[in-house]
Structures are given as C-alpha cells and as structure tokens.
C-alpha cells in the first residue's frame, strides 16, 4: 500500500499541531484546584501514610454566581484505578459553567482497600460539602452526588447507605448527615450479584470470595427505598463493560418505590465515554442532566406552588393542549412548569410546579381527538401578546381561569 506524504502548508500546520497535543496529553501536572484531606487525622482502617493511604477531595467553584447546588463525583476506574480527568475533573468545570459547585473525591482503591474503606470515603465527601455549605456558597440540602462505572457503584451505594450522623461525635463532620440530596449515574455498576455485573469491581471492592450476604447488601437495586435520593441515569445499550441492566435495575427499584428518576439510554456508545465530546448524539446528554437538574428545582431554592384552572377560547373549551409557565426571575436556574389542558382543565402538582414570582404564560392549541385533522398545525393561542400571571404560596391559591381570543 502506498504511504501518504503531506506536504502542503497546510497540512504541514496540521501536523505539528497534532504532535504538539500529543505531547501536552502525556504531561502529568497537576490541575484543578489544590485538594484537601478527607481525613487530616487519618482515614480510618488506614493501613500506611502513602498518598493512596489518604483520600482526597478537590473542589471547584464557579467563577460567576454560585446557584447553591453542589455535586460530589467519583471517578470510575474499577475500584483498581481512577480515571480523574474524563470522569472527574472535566465534568467539575462543565458543571461550574451553569453555577454549580463541583467536587472530586480520589477515595480508597482495592485491592489495598476493600469494603467499607470507599464508602467510608464517599460518605465523608458528602459530610466534607455539608460542613462547609457557608463558605462554598452552597445550599446543605442540595448536594448531590455522582458516579461513573464503579464510581456509579460508588454513588449508588453512598445513596442507598447512609446515616444522619452521630451526634455525640467530637468530630463536627460526622455529626453531620451523609445523605445525598440527589444522585446522577453514568454508565454504573449497580449489581454485584447479577451475570451482568462487573466482576472486576466485585473482586477488587470484596475480594474472590466475598459473603454472600454482603454481595446482596451492595447489589444496590435491592436497597432503595422510598427515601432513596432522586436519581438521573445515562448508558448506552452498546456497553459490554458494564451492561445497560445495571441502570435498568435501579430505575426499575427506583420507580417501584415511587422515587423521582429519569433514565437515558442510547443506542450507540461503548463504556466510559464520559462527556460523549465528539460524538453528536451522546454529547447532548449532558445537557439532558442540565434539564434534569433545572426542572426538578435543584437549581435554585425557590418554593414551587400548585397551579391549575381552566383554558378557554371565545369561552370555547380547549379541547387538547398545553400550558407552560416560564419564569421572568432568574430563567436559567429556575424550571419551567408545564402541564396538559384536556377539555379546558389543567392541573400542576406543586412538585413540579413554578416557583413563587412572576411568569409568562404559552398556551398552545393540539387539536382535537377525532379521524380527521382539525388544524394545519399546533397553534400558539398567546401568540403576538405576553400574557403575565403571579404565583403566590398557599394551598389553592393559585387557581386561574384564562379566557383567550381567537388565534389570528
């Protein structure tokens, strides 16, 4: 086969430019902000003072305003290894991006370490952002956590076993609870019982021949609750590392016990891709888990109301449409509330609601249901004017009766 020779200007540049990032991609220095110990004293069941022997914590805060959530990730690597910049610390400035203030935890690896050491870590990451909510800038009841691959495992299970704290600790951390507030997966290892689970992670986390029972204890789908932290799942179906069933079994507990959970899973994609940067389709999760966040109000601390009533045009009825409520304060943080009108009626739940404030109003006509089309298309009933109303808290207190002129 004939070799390929560029020798054009052009490409000349585009070559140099290559090795010039080949060369800066195998540098080693460190980057992100300076970490901090979890344990100054010592981790406990520690088993030297080597930088493996002490877990840490790195944390990223936005450069513009804060919005008061955090979250606390934990790389994958399956608990042999840590894979701190694509599952990590890229993901901790993508976060401070939308205001959100990020953490990485390095925890505790087997086979020096094996269970409880890394939950021991996990759950101090937690308490660690707790503790310091004043000086982050956070909120102490949003912070979340997340995990790729084993570091999903990770995030699962400092999710599904957890405490509110010991209150007679001379320690301030552990008075605290550990408790995630949400949870966010990526490609996880839920199970350690199942065929489907990672075996690697089991054997470095449990050893080679772990107690049954403890191998159910941390087959994390049999743990939820209905006090299980709400959770946003990713995966791909294409993932022979760690298979979709993983995400597939805790979404299904999740929902079984009535626990708020969303779950994105793609066709295509093999295991660890992280942010997805390059491929057009799995790249738009992230901003998937950007909706998540915003509409289940984790971005912002507004108190969100009820709302319902009754839609009609030329005191017609809509037959068939939509409502949505779009904030005028702060619309990047605080979510849009949507709901369906059937035969003139909408009704919200306040857990989905707008929060308290002024909103715009779109209302939009769907049709009827009958055989044949009844519209050209959907129509915008509030188009070419800005309909306004206010949301106040209380019970019943916002209950509107909306009455629109024919669409033009």
């Given at each position: 086969?004939p070799?390929?020779?560029?020798t054009?200007?052009?490409a000349?540049?585009?070559?140099a430019?290559?090795?010039t ?5 195998g ?6 902000p300076?970490?901090?110990?979890l344990?100054p004293?010592g981790a ?5 003072d ?7 914590i790195?944390?990223y ?24 910049d ?5 993901f901790?400035?993508?976060f401070n991006?939308?205001?959100?203030t990020?953490?990485?935890v390095r ?16 759950q101090?990451?937690?308490r660690?952002?707790?503790h ?5 800038g956070?909120?102490p009841?949003?912070i979340?956590?997340m ?23 001379d ?6 609870s550990c408790?995630?507030d949400?949870?966010i997966?990526?490609y996880p ?6 065929d ?5 992670s ?6 080679d021949?772990p107690d049954?029972?403890?191998l ?5 789908e049999t743990q ?9 799942l ?5 993932d022979r590392g760690?298979?979709?069933?993983n995400?597939?079994?805790y ?11 969303e ?5 295509n994609?093999?295991h660890g ?9 799995l ?18 601390d507004v ?16 037959s068939r449409g939509t409502i949505t ?8 943080n ?10 003139g ?5 306040a857990?989905?609601?707008p929060?308290i404030?002024?909103h715009?109003?779109?209302?939009r ?14 129509r ?6 800005e ?5 106040v808290?209380g019970d019943?207190?916002n209950?509107?009766?909306i ?5 033009e």
């Amino acid at each position: 086969m004939p070799s390929l020779r560029l020798t054009s200007p052009i490409a000349i540049g585009v070559v140099a430019s290559v090795t010039t990032l080949s060369l800066l991609a195998g540098r080693c220095d460190a980057v992100g902000p300076e970490p901090q110990l979890l344990w100054p004293d010592g981790a406990p069941g520690a088993v030297g003072d080597e930088d493996v022997d002490r877990p840490l914590i790195r944390v990223y805060r936005p450069e513009g305003p804060a919005n008061g959530a955090a979250v606390v990730i934990f790389p994958g690597g399956g608990y042999g290894a840590l894979a701190t910049d694509h599952e990590g610390h890229q993901f901790a400035k993508w976060f401070n991006r939308f205001g959100v203030t990020a953490a990485v935890v390095r925890y505790r690896l087997g086979r020096r370490y094996q269970h409880p050491a890394p939950l021991q870590d996990a759950q101090r990451a937690v308490r660690y952002m707790r503790h310091h909510a004043n000086e982050f800038g956070i909120d102490p009841h949003r912070i979340g956590v997340m995990g790729f691959s084993a570091g999903g495992h990770l995030a699962s299970t400092v999710s599904t076993h957890y405490d509110d704290g010991d209150e007679s600790s001379d320690d301030p951390l552990e008075r605290l609870s550990c408790r995630p507030d949400f949870t966010i997966l990526g490609y996880p290892v839920i199970s350690l019982m199942s065929d489907f689970g990672h075996k690697g992670s089991a054997r470095n986390l449990l050893g080679d021949d772990p107690d049954p029972e403890l191998l159910k204890s941390l087959s994390n789908e049999t743990q939820v609750t209905e006090d299980t932290p709400p959770a946003f799942l990713f995966h791909t179906t294409e993932d022979r590392g760690v298979p979709v069933q993983n995400s597939l079994v805790y979404y299904r507990a999740l929902v079984e016990h009535g626990v708020p959970a969303e779950l994105h899973a793609y066709q295509n994609g093999p295991h660890g891709v992280g942010l997805g940067i390059g491929d057009p389709v799995l790249y738009s999760w992230k901003d998937r888990l950007q909706d998540w966040m915003q509409t289940s109000g984790l971005l912002t601390d507004v108190e969100r109301a009820a709302v319902s009533g009754k839609i009609t045009e030329n005191g017609k009825p809509v037959s068939r449409g939509t409502i949505t409520l779009i904030p005028l304060d702060d619309p990047e943080n605080r979510p849009i509330a949507w709901g369906r009108i059937g035969r003139g009626n909408y009704t919200i739940p306040a857990d989905r609601g707008p929060t308290i404030g002024m909103h715009k109003i779109v209302i939009r006509d769907l049709g009827t249901v009958v055989p044949e089309p009844t519209i050209e298309d959907i129509r915008e009933l509030t188009a070419g004017k800005e309909y306004h109303i206010e949301i106040v808290a209380g019970d019943n207190a916002n209950v509107f009766t909306i009455d629109l002129p024919a669409a033009e």
